[in-house]
T-cell receptor, first 113, second 115 residues
Framework: KAGVTQTPRYLIKTRGQQVTLSCSPI?????VSWYQQTPGQGLQFLFE???????NKGNFPGRFSGRQFSNSRSEMNVSTLELGDSALYLC????????????FGAGTRLSVL | AQTVTQSQPEMSVQEAETVTLSCTYD???????LFWYKQPPSRQMILVIR??????QNATENRFSVNFQKAAKSFSLKISDSQLGDAAMYFC????????????FGTGTLLAVQP
C-alpha cells in the first residue's frame, strides 16, 4: 500500500506570492491533517479535513486555507507569502474511528525569499 | 488548553544501552491518546508507540516501551538495546478523544546514539 504522498518536496517562492501544496492520503483514509514545522515554533496544527469538510482548524491567519476533494486528496494554499512562512509542511492521513493512527508524508519544504 | 512538554532537548546513549525520554502533558480531558513519533533526518514522521489513556497497562512495541503515569500526567519512552538507527528527533504527542485527529506535539528530544 502506498504511503502518504506530498508534492512537491521542495519549493522556493518570494514574498507576496501564493503557493499550493498537495497531499495524497493512503488509500481508504478519509481524514487529512496539515502541520507546520519550524525551528522556532515546532510542530503546529493547521487544519484537518474529513469527507471534504474542515473538521478542525488551528490558530493560523486566514492566508492559510485548505480543501479536500472527493477522492480524499487535499491541498493547502498560502496566499501573500511572508518570510515567516518558510517551514516544513507535513500532511498526515488516518482512518476513521476513535483509535485511528495518523501516518505522515515526507513533507514539503517551503522557502520564502 | 492541552499542552505537551519535553524537558530534554538532547539526549545521548551508547549503542546497546537503554535510554529514557521524558514527556509530561496537561489536560482536563479523561479520554485521550498519547503517542511517541520519531523523525529521522529524512523528515518522515514515524509512529513509535501509542497509549490509550483508559488502559492502565503500559504499551510495548519490541524494544520500545512507555511508562504511563496518568495521575502524574507523565508519559516517558524507554528504548532498550539502542541501535544506530534509533538516532532521530523524538516527539511526544497528545490527541483528545472524539472526532478529531488534531495532535499537540512537544518540542522534541534529539537522540544521538554513540557506537
Amino acid at each position: 500500500k502506498a504511503g502518504v504522498t506530498q508534492t512537491p518536496r521542495y519549493l522556493i517562492k518570494t514574498r507576496g506570492q501564493q503557493v499550493t501544496l498537495s497531499c495524497s492520503p493512503i488509500s481508504g483514509h478519509r481524514s487529512v491533517s496539515w502541520y507546520q514545522q519550524t525551528p522556532g515554533q515546532g510542530l503546529q496544527f493547521l487544519f484537518e479535513y474529513f469527507s471534504e469538510t474542515q473538521r478542525n482548524k488551528g490558530n493560523f491567519p486566514g492566508r492559510f486555507s485548505g480543501r479536500q476533494f472527493s477522492n480524499s486528496r487535499s491541498e493547502m494554499n498560502v496566499s501573500t507569502l511572508e518570510l515567516g512562512d518558510s517551514a516544513l509542511y507535513l500532511c498526515a492521513s488516518s482512518t476513521t474511528g476513535t483509535e485511528n493512527i495518523q501516518y505522515f508524508g515526507a513533507g514539503t519544504r517551503l522557502s520564502v525569499l | 488548553a492541552q499542552t505537551v512538554t519535553q524537558s530534554q532537548p538532547e539526549m545521548s546513549v551508547q549503542e546497546a544501552e537503554t535510554v529514557t525520554l521524558s514527556c509530561t502533558y496537561d489536560t482536563s480531558e479523561s479520554d485521550y491518546y498519547l503517542f511517541w513519533y520519531k523523525q529521522p533526518p529524512s523528515r518522515q514522521m514515524i509512529l513509535v508507540i501509542r497509549q490509550e489513556a483508559y488502559k492502565q497497562q503500559n504499551a510495548t512495541e519490541n524494544r520500545f516501551s512507555v511508562n504511563f503515569q496518568k495521575a502524574a500526567k507523565s508519559f516517558s519512552l524507554k528504548i532498550s538495546d539502542s541501535q544506530l538507527g534509533d538516532a532521530a528527533m523524538y516527539f511526544c504527542a497528545y490527541r483528545r478523544g472524539g472526532a478529531t485527529n488534531k495532535l499537540i506535539f512537544g518540542t522534541g528530544t534529539l537522540l544521538a546514539v554513540q557506537p
